[in-house]
């Protein structure tokens, strides 16, 4: 199994733009994480889908960020417009079952905006 | 308010020695909680998943430990290697009929010197 997929790896914007953040689950799971770490912060809880229905956005900072999981196996993540303040490493996980099932965690997207 | 406190914040110790760190959390109702390790640009790796009825679980040289009556955790890493300098991160989980959302603590930064 290849684990949870990211893409990109790294991505550098200029404030203002838009920026999509892609991630492939493990075959199987059908709960997926996204979270945003930073050194300040550590890890924050975006949002979390279950069978492709987002249970809980409460993490989602403001309306400039919105997740979508058009199918079962895939996610995006995009901010638009984005800022400074959202340079981060952001993460997806993805598990069997949610609830108390443990994560699996991408490789991350390292993401710098100018 | 949900929250895992986790000390030290870092820890240096040399090649070969022990070492224990430590979880506090104010999560309730508890379903379970665990320990990840995060090597450097990469995702947090599972390490160990306790439910409040264990209170001790092993995986190799790790070990971690649960009271939960006084709701903390320690995870003990024995005959320490250099491939295990990285952040350890404490993780709880609360029980829930619905959404699911897990609490992070901030990690404790450890680096094995030779």
């Known amino acids: 199994d290849a684990g949870v997929i990211q893409s990109p790896r790294h991505e550098v914007t200029e404030m203002g733009q838009e920026v999509t953040l892609r991630c492939k689950l493990i075959?199987?799971?059908?709960?997926l994480f996204w979270y945003r770490q930073t050194m300040m912060r550590g890890l924050e809880l975006l949002i979390y889908?279950?069978?492709?229905?987002?249970?809980?956005d409460s993490g989602m900072p403001e309306d400039r960020f919105s997740a979508k999981m058009p199918n079962a196996s895939f996610s995006t993540l995009k901010i638009q417009p984005s800022e400074p303040r959202d340079s981060a490493v952001y993460f997806c996980?993805?598990?069997?079952?949610?609830?108390?099932?443990?994560?699996?965690f991408g490789p991350g997207t390292r993401l710098t905006v100018l | 308010k949900n929250q895992v406190e986790q000390s030290p914040q870092s820890l240096i110790i040399l090649e070969g020695k022990n070492c224990t760190l430590q979880c506090n959390y104010t999560v309730s109702p508890f379903s379970n909680l665990r320990w990840y390790k995060q090597d450097t640009g990469r995702g947090p790796v599972s390490l160990t998943i306790?439910?409040?009825?264990?209170n001790t679980k092993s995986n190799g040289r790790y070990t971690a430990t649960l009271d939960a009556d006084t709701k903390q955790s320690s995870l003990h890493i024995t005959a320490s290697q250099l491939s295990d300098s990285a952040s350890y991160i404490c993780?709880?989980?609360?029980?829930?009929?619905?959404?699911?959302?897990?609490?992070f603590g901030r990690g404790t930064s450890l680096i094995v010197h030779p």
């Open positions: 075959s199987g799971h059908n709960s």
């Open positions: 996980a993805s598990t069997r079952a949610g609830g108390t099932d443990t994560q699996y």
């Open positions: 993780v709880v989980s609360p029980t829930s009929g619905g959404s699911y959302i897990p609490t």
């Open positions: 306790m439910t409040f009825s264990e």
């Open positions: 889908f279950n069978n492709n229905v987002p249970i809980d």
